[in-house]
């Protein structure tokens, strides 16, 4: 989505993002970062190293430079009243307190308004990367993509749920590999109506 990142040369446009980045700080910020957990940023299997991980980290947080709406711009006039699902999304993204990966998947899942306005099914699937390239939480990853939905598409209803494993879980801290956690952002019908909501969620847990 490189043509979306208006802010990649520093350039004053930006969405999600407080400033641009800055290939440069990033280096110089990652060659401390070896100096000060005792490694020596000189010997040859590091030294491309810092540049290496600031055009990685250019890549896994480019969604800070993405303007989310205009993923939702797609828009057929299908006059589908009923549910639209898309299960199992990959999910990457970095947990903000130890920028370490969470991985898992993503469902989401919308009932279109009276219009019967529906966005093109990649749609869904690039809103849920452009906020996973953030810096996050799952709570707000999984309200980011649950409120753009709302706010693009007017649904009648509209769900989103992420299982991840969070790697600052399961590689230190309290090391429990393979605890998944589970998180939901319901709006409209979805949270009003009690059957709406078993029904997606019969859809959304079937395995
Ligand atoms: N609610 C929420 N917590 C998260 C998420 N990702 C990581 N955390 C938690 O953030 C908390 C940070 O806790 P702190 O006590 O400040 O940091 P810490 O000493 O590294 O904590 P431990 O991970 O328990 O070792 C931890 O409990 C993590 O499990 C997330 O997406 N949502
Ligand atoms: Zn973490």
Same mark, same amino acid.
Do not use: W
């Given at each position: 989505?490189?043509?979306?990142?208006?802010a990649?040369?520093?350039a004053a +446009?930006?969405y999600?993002?407080v400033?641009?980045?800055?290939a440069?700080?990033?280096e110089?910020?990652?060659?401390e970062?070896?100096?000060? =957990?005792g490694?020596d940023?000189?010997?040859?299997g590091l030294?491309e190293?810092?540049?290496?991980v600031?055009?990685?980290y250019?890549?896994?947080?480019d969604?800070?430079f993405?303007?989310?709406?205009? +993923?939702?711009?797609?828009?057929?006039?299908?006059?589908h009243?009923e549910m639209?699902?898309v299960?199992?999304?990959?999910? %990457?993204?970095t947990?903000?307190h130890?920028?370490?990966?969470f991985?898992?998947?993503?469902h =989401? $899942?919308?009932?279109?308004?009276?219009?019967?306005k529906?966005t093109?099914l990649?749609?869904?699937a690039?809103v849920?990367?452009? %906020?996973a390239?953030r810096?996050?939480v799952?709570?707000r990853?999984?309200?980011?993509?649950?409120d753009?939905l709302?706010?693009?598409?007017?649904?009648?209803?509209?769900? =989103?749920?992420?299982?991840a494993?969070?790697?600052c879980?399961s590689?230190?801290?309290?090391?429990?590999?393979?605890?998944?956690?589970?998180?939901?952002?319901?709006? $409209?019908?979805?949270?009003?109506?009690?059957v709406?909501? $078993?029904e =997606?969620l019969?859809l959304?847990l079937?395995?």
């Amino acid at each position: 989505m490189a043509q979306d990142s208006p802010a990649q040369d520093g350039a004053a +446009v930006k969405y999600g993002a407080v400033g641009p980045f800055d290939a440069a700080r990033a280096e110089a910020a990652v060659r401390e970062l070896l100096i000060a =957990v005792g490694e020596d940023p000189d010997r040859e299997g590091l030294r491309e190293t810092p540049a290496r991980v600031a055009r990685a980290y250019r890549e896994v947080f480019d969604g800070l430079f993405s303007e989310p709406d205009s +993923v939702l711009n797609t828009v057929f006039d299908e006059g589908h009243q009923e549910m639209i699902l898309v299960r199992d999304i990959p999910v %990457y993204s970095t947990c903000e307190h130890h920028l370490v990966p969470f991985h898992g998947v993503a469902h =989401v $899942g919308y009932i279109p308004g009276t219009s019967g306005k529906v966005t093109g099914l990649s749609k869904l699937a690039r809103v849920v990367d452009l %906020y996973a390239k953030r810096p996050q939480v799952q709570e707000r990853l999984t309200s980011d993509i649950a409120d753009a939905l709302v706010r693009k598409l007017q649904p009648r209803a509209a769900i =989103v749920v992420i299982e991840a494993e969070h790697l600052c879980m399961s590689m230190r801290g309290i090391r429990k590999p393979g605890a998944t956690t589970t998180t939901s952002a319901v709006r $409209g019908l979805f949270k009003t109506s009690a059957v709406s909501r $078993g029904e =997606v969620l019969d859809l959304i847990l079937r395995k």
